[in-house]
């Protein structure tokens, strides 16, 4: 079973991105957020991690940002909304670049 993919209305999108996008949405399977993952813990904790916020005007995630930084995740915020990667794709690039840079280069807080 599967969730329909949300309409690409409310994205923050112009007209040509929308145009793009639309055709590209599929279903999200729904297992997909109910099987649990199984990861060693003394192995997890060895490899780096990130998390990139990009949508830091919700307080929905704020919380799971606050848990990562302090669990030690290479940790930054983006403006551009929850599509980030479709309304600033060029800052998203950035950001991804700089986690896979050295250790702490992405410790920036933008707003």
Do not use: N
């Not at 309409?7 to 929308?18: C, Y």
């Amino acid at each position: 079973m599967a969730s329909a993919p949300p309409p690409a209305i409310d994205w923050g999108l112009d007209d040509e991105t929308r145009a793009w996008v639309t055709p590209k949405l599929t279903p999200h399977p729904l297992k997909s957020l109910e099987d649990p993952v199984r990861l060693d813990a003394a192995a997890w904790t060895t490899l780096p991690r990130a998390f990139l916020r990009t949508s830091p005007f919700s307080d929905a995630y704020q919380p799971l940002f606050e848990r990562a930084r302090a669990e030690g995740f290479l940790c930054q915020e983006l403006a551009g909304g929850h599509y980030a990667m479709l309304t600033a794709p060029e800052v998203v690039a950035k950001a991804l670049l700089r986690f896979a840079g050295p250790r702490g280069e992405a410790e920036v807080r933008w707003s």
